[in-house]
């Protein structure tokens, strides 16, 4: 298949010379309903993010009550960031997405505005049943069971009104965006299963297998597609360039179909489960690269000459930094699979500062770019302010940069005092207490990249009543 | 090949599925049916085998402290899981014996399972015995009085919970303790 023939009939991607059809059949009520609640839980859970961090400085902060403690705030937190942020966000992105790559509207926005109704009840549901300590017990699948045959209902309604949408599209061709949003749907529904109900029917070590499946595939089978359906999407249409290769986004979406779903028990590397199903792990681990670098040579063979575009782009500038830091997790995924290195880092403070690059570096500036690009667009408005969104980005940069990067050298340290027994365990605490006083510094510039992020998209959404801006509005300044 | 996928949702569908599929059957159907210690409980009784013992299931308290265990989300600092680390063997090891290294069918009746990921404060797969019950008061009532340097926060409401704090002592006691891994027998209570 020739990439300029992929091309003609590939909807409005990325720079087209397909048939323009009319913005307006586009209603985005589910996306616009979907964004905006995202972005009030990623204001409401970072405040937790804060505490959270504030508790590693000062253990008897806020202590006293059951609610308020380290073990009950943690999976609202991840939870909360999760599901109630970050695929909400990716949800909403898909809405607006995929119609405009099948040349049709939504096939249902009723059923879009009850899909995003019934997620948000599962979210409030999540804050009551975590803070009241109803806790299954397993990391990402901590939820109580009704909420989680909630959590399906949701996502068949969701999956059954974007395939739908693509049962009825006009262009033929399927952009890889598409690819990697049918892929988000498919695999999520089986990952999720496997994390949240087949669990039940194990114990002891069959069970951990299971539930590292989910919890590794959470990452790499729902926020690795929805992700890179992202910026697929959004990297080519922000910088008005064609992508760089269709032939390598085929490798890289097919090689992650086949490759990811067999890493999951690299979780119990040492561990207590079979040594061979260790080394299969591994050996699947380290062939994720492929995926990874198919993808992000293409992103940056797509910007090839056009760099220049980040300085007044702020889109872009996350989107570029988001694959920045996907290359740079996805190295280190990798890695701490081989035993060797595994032995140090693993259990360590090293490990929150990689899963923090994967879900924030990566895979939320990817969904902030696409929001800063969606938002003024939907409402038919320019965006409240670019210098702000601007400071958002050097924040969130900055925040996260000092969050990952001293806690990976807080890990690495902390795992070599841990592998020489004559340190005694405390001793590895207390030697811990600068990191954690700099993870908190960087947890407040995030914030403050947080409530400029918010505040830019609820005063560019507050504002676009009563002056609407004609046609295609802010195309010109993005 | 996957060039049809470009046009043909259903054919997308079905190969996504595929390949997704044979992994996914593999590392989760297919272990357990071949690695029996997965499912079937810890016993020895020949000491040339390492240590003797048998995993029996938790009793109705000792199951009151575990719920209480998750309740609490003390899983989220504490690992159950002595790796094949010599350190780790070390480090869970006491009064100058090593412990042995965790396996598959020390945990056959745990559910949900508590292996754990992060490691904020000490491993607890062998603490089972290793302080008395005097010990975890203080040490609920507030770590650092214990610890100096600590940062576990004190939990008032277990230890001012006769029942609650028996139960979640109870449960403690009974971890890593399938093997019998002391010299002396030399337990606390």
Redesign the interface.
């Given at each position: 298949m020739e990439k300029e023939e992929i091309m003609q009939d590939a909807g409005e991607i990325p720079v087209s010379t397909a048939a323009v059809y009319s913005e307006s059949i586009h209603e985005d009520r589910t996306a616009k309903l979907f964004l905006i609640s995202s972005i009030v839980y990623f204001f409401i859970v970072g405040i937790i993010a804060l505490l959270i961090a504030a508790k590693f400085v000062f253990p008897t902060f806020l202590g006293t009550i059951p609610q308020l403690t380290y073990g009950r705030l943690r999976p609202l937190h991840v939870n909360g960031m999760l599901f109630g942020w970050l695929l909400a966000c990716d949800m909403a992105l898909m809405y607006y997405i995929v119609p405009r790559l099948c040349g049709v509207k939504l096939w249902s926005e009723k059923l879009g505005m009850a899909t995003a109704a019934l997620w948000n009840v599962i979210i409030l549901g999540a804050v009551v049943s975590l803070l009241m300590g109803w806790n299954q017990g397993w990391e990402y699948a901590e939820l109580p069971l009704p909420l989680d045959v909630a959590v399906v209902v949701a996502w068949v309604m969701f999956g059954a009104n974007l395939f739908l949408t693509i049962a009825n599209r006009k262009y033929k061709a399927m952009y890889v965006s598409l690819w990697y949003a049918m892929g988000t749907i498919l695999w999520t529904a089986f990952v999720y299963l496997t994390g949240n109900f087949a669990t039940l029917f194990a114990t002891g070590v069959n069970q951990a297998n299971l539930n590292w499946m989910y919890v590794h595939n959470a990452v790499g089978l729902i926020f690795t597609p929805v992700g890179l359906a992202i910026a697929y999407y959004f990297i080519p249409k922000t910088s008005n360039t064609p992508l760089y290769s269709h032939k390598l986004s085929m490798i890289g979406f097919w090689s992650l179909a086949f490759v990811y779903v067999w890493t999951g028990a690299h979780h119990m590397i040492h561990g207590p489960i079979s040594q061979w199903l260790q080394t299969i792990t591994i050996v699947f681990s380290v062939m994720l690269l492929i995926p990874v670098w198919a993808a992000v040579y293409n992103f940056f063979s797509t910007m090839k000459g056009q760099w220049h575009q980040l300085r007044d782009n702020v889109s872009l500038k996350f989107l570029m930094s988001g694959v920045v830091f996907y290359l740079l997790t996805c190295f280190q995924g990798p890695m701490h699979s081989l035993r060797a290195v595994n032995a140090i880092v693993s259990k360590t403070d090293w490990i929150p500062g990689h899963a923090h690059m994967a879900v924030l570096g990566a895979f939320s500036f990817f969904a902030i770019a696409g929001a800063y690009y969606m938002v003024p667009r939907v409402f038919k408005t320019e965006l409240y302010s670019n210098a702000l969104a601007n400071w958002s980005f050097w924040l969130f940069l900055i925040g996260g940069l000092g969050f990952f990067v001293t806690l990976w050298l807080g890990g690495f340290w902390q795992g070599w005092q841990w592998n020489n027994p004559a340190i005694p365990f405390i001793d590895t605490v207390i030697a811990l207490k600068p990191i954690w006083h700099t993870r908190l510094a960087s947890g407040f510039l995030m914030f403050g990249g947080i409530v400029a992020f918010a505040y830019n998209i609820l005063a560019t959404i507050v504002g676009s009543k009563g002056k609407e801006v004609n046609a295609e509005p802010a195309a010109a300044a993005a | 090949m996957?060039?049809k996928?470009?046009?043909n949702?259903a054919f997308?569908?079905a190969?996504?599925?595929i390949?997704?599929?044979?992994?996914?059957l593999?590392?989760?159907v297919v272990?357990?049916l071949?690695?029996q210690?997965?499912?079937k409980p810890f016993e020895n009784s020949d000491p040339a085998n390492g240590p003797t013992g048998k995993l029996n299931p938790l009793n109705e308290q000792q199951l009151q402290g575990r719920a209480i265990y998750?309740?609490?989300?003390?899983?989220?600092?504490h690992?159950q899981?002595t790796?094949?680390?010599?350190?780790?063997t070390?480090?869970s090891g006491w009064r100058g014996v090593d412990a042995p290294?965790?396996?598959?069918d020390?945990?056959?009746?745990?559910?949900?399972?508590?292996?754990?990921?992060?490691?904020?404060?000490?491993d607890l797969s062998r603490v089972g015995g290793k302080y008395n019950e005097q010990w975890h008061m203080a040490h609920f009532r507030n770590p650092?009085d214990l610890?100096?340097?600590?940062?576990?926060?004190?939990?008032?409401?277990i230890a001012n919970d006769p029942k609650e704090f028996a139960a979640l002592v109870a449960y403690m006691q009974t971890l890593g303790r399938s093997k019998n891994w002391r010299p002396d027998n030399d337990y606390e209570k």
């Open positions: - | 996957l060039q996928a470009d046009y949702a997308f569908v190969a996504a599925l390949l997704f599929f044979i992994g996914g593999l590392t989760t272990p357990p071949l690695d210690s997965w499912t998750v309740r609490e989300g003390c899983w989220y600092c690992t899981q790796r094949t680390l010599l350190a780790d070390k480090r290294v965790s396996t598959p020390e945990f056959v009746y745990d559910n949900p399972h508590l292996f754990g990921t992060k490691r904020t404060g000490p650092a610890v100096p340097g600590s940062i576990m926060p004190p939990f008032p409401w």
